[in-house]
């Protein structure tokens, strides 16, 4: 790649919400923040790789977005005062927005997609969208529903905040506990796309998603600071993220927690992880789903090789947040800590009834395929495995279950 198409690449992952942010505060229309971004960032692959990289990457995006901007609104007829607005603008357009505003201008557009008004669905695919940055496909395969169905979910909350007139601002500290659970899944969604990504043409590992969960996580914190979910999501992000560096080999094959080298773990993340995982146990508050799942991930860190793993303790913290949420893929996860325990007869038995549930999903192939080989039954594993490489997005766990198949002879 050129180093112009590097350059845009970085900036497309850096700087896409905070683009969308400032055109959106300005104009107060999410169509036409997107719309001005998009134009932006073409602008850029066209103009960049001849007129070479601006000194201000970013700055230049942002300008050039507002004038993009400018251009729709002179377009749309109907809106004088806003056209009058907007040559006013034109004629001296904006600084772009200092480096130290880019928290703000996320947390106010998460803040904004996150609106009660709209459904969780909504506030979810929408704020993966628009402060993410991610595709519409990617969405859709973290919700495990069609591109359609995901697209018209996205345009039809974008049509309800501008039909509301719902503000791009902060919410004041009343309002926090009605948004913050839509905010949390939203955070949670763009760790998990950068913790493994979905699909085939991104790198396997987003750092620079997990970094910004992260980030914007700790935000939160500091204004909920006794809210036990998010301490419980930020202490999982940083457990699991004390992870990455052991989680793809040198030739880009996923490698799992039993073969990971445990001392590439980064121990600065596992402690501060550990420590508000003991908080919030301590507290004696009954514990939220992010709760339980940051519990699971310190027992796993905790473990001094795999072999050490407290599963009887994994086992019933699922069992706990299975209460929580009967999902299939939580099911599916616990029995793979019962197979850790009782073996993988039972574990299977119990995987292959999840089947009408997970049929689309690769992660129930790849279990059932794991349990299948370690019974001895490598004609049915290798069906299993064909499943899952078959579903599977990412390159670096195509690889590995491209590996296990093959191994079967």
């Known amino acids: 790649m050129s180093d112009a198409g590097e350059a845009i690449t970085r900036a497309h992952r850096e700087e ?19 719309e001005a971004a998009a134009e932006a960032f073409a602008t850029a692959v066209e103009r960049w790789p001849t007129d070479g990289v601006p000194p201000n990457p ?25 056209h ?4 006013l603008l034109y004629d001296d357009p904006p600084e772009p927005e200092r480096q130290g505003a880019i928290g703000d201008e996320r947390l106010r557009l998460i803040f904004t997609c996150c609106h009660p008004a709209l459904s969780m ?16 496909p990617e969405i859709a395969r973290a919700f495990l529903v069609q591109e359609t169905t995901m697209g018209q979910r996205i345009t039809r909350a974008k049509a309800k905040i501008k039909a509301a007139r719902i503000p791009f601002r902060v919410p004041a500290a009343e309002d926090l506990p009605a948004r913050v659970a839509g905010v949390l899944a939203v955070l949670y969604l763009v760790f998990n796309e950068g913790y493994l990504a979905t699909g085939p043409e991104t790198d396997p590992l987003r750092h620079e998603l997990t970094a910004e969960a992260i980030r914007l996580t700790r935000l939160i914190r500091a204004l909920l600071p006794d809210d036990g979910e998010v301490a419980g999501l930020l202490a999982l992000m940083l457990l699991t993220e ?19 080298d445990r001392d590439a773990w980064d121990p600065g993340l596992i402690a501060e992880g550990q420590r508000l995982v003991h908080e919030r146990l301590s507290a004696g508050d009954a514990p939220g789903r992010y709760q339980i799942l940051a ?10 090789a795999f072999a050490d793993t407290d599963w009887s303790q994994v086992v019933a913290l699922y069992d706990q947040l299975f209460r929580l949420d009967p999902s299939p893929i939580v099911a599916l996860n616990r029995l793979v800590a019962v197979a850790e325990i009782e073996g ?25 395929a794991d349990l299948l080989r370690r019974l001895g039954r490598g004609r049915e594993a290798r069906t299993a495995y064909d499943a899952a490489v078959e579903l599977a997005g990412n390159t670096a766990e195509t690889a590995y279950l491209i590996r296990r198949r093959d191994q079967l002879g």
């Open 121 to 136: 669905e909504s506030r979810v695919g929408l704020t993966l969208r628009m402060v993410g940055g991610l595709t519409v």
């Open 242 to 260: 004390a992870r990455r560096t052991a989680r793809v080999s040198a030739n880009g094959e996923l490698v799992t927690l039993d073969e990971q």
């Open 16 to 34: 896409w919400a905070r683009v969308v942010a400032a055109v959106a505060r300005r104009y107060g229309d999410l169509d036409v923040a997107e």
């Open 84 to 87: 009058r607005q907007a040559q």
């Open 295 to 304: 519990a699971i991930n310190a027992v796993h860190t905790s473990a001094r």
């Open 344 to 368: 993988p007869e039972p574990a299977l038995a119990g995987v292959e009834r999840l089947e009408g549930a997970l049929a689309g999903y690769h992660a129930y192939h790849a279990t059932r």
């Open 58 to 82: 970013g700055g230049w995006l942002t300008t050039t977005a507002h004038r993009k901007a400018i251009d729709r609104i002179r377009r749309e007829t109907k809106r004088d005062d806003k």
